[in-house]
């Protein structure tokens, strides 16, 4: 029987980054939906049925932050309950907690951790969310 693959949606607005987390994340055997903006992201949740396992959530985007994507997502009965995990550059006190309190699931610096383990991150996220 062949085993479901769990979809990631990618939103990052670097395109080098967005394309190598892509690759790695497929290599991981997730399926992946890549948005560079925040728009596009939320369009993306609109118009398709099955909703993704979990999203990997850049906090500066061109069109929004990651704040103001958070409280779009948690308006949206259907979306509010997707684990979402920040990643991104930037990681003040006041700017991870906010993003803890509107239920982020993890907020990690980029520059702490290897493309691999923040992957391994996701896993785990998929798993625990099942």
């Not at 029987?1 to 670097?14: A, L």
């Not at 395109?15 to 992201?41: E, P, R, Y």
């Amino acid at each position: 029987m062949e085993q479901v693959k769990k979809i990631v949606m990618v939103i990052e607005d670097e395109d080098l980054l967005l394309q190598a987390i892509s690759k790695k994340l497929k290599i991981s055997n997730f399926d992946v939906v890549s948005c560079t903006q925040g728009k596009q992201a939320l369009d993306y949740l609109a118009s398709i049925e099955k909703k993704p396992d979990v999203i990997w959530l850049d906090y500066y985007l061109g069109d929004m932050n990651g704040l103001e994507f958070m409280e779009e997502v948690k308006k949206n009965p259907l979306w509010k309950d997707i684990p979402v995990m920040i990643v991104s550059n930037s990681a003040g006190d006041e700017k991870v907690h906010n993003m803890l309190a509107l239920g982020a699931k993890k907020y990690i610096l980029k520059a702490d951790e290897r493309l691999e383990d923040i992957i391994k991150e996701i896993n785990d996220l998929t798993q625990y969310y099942d």
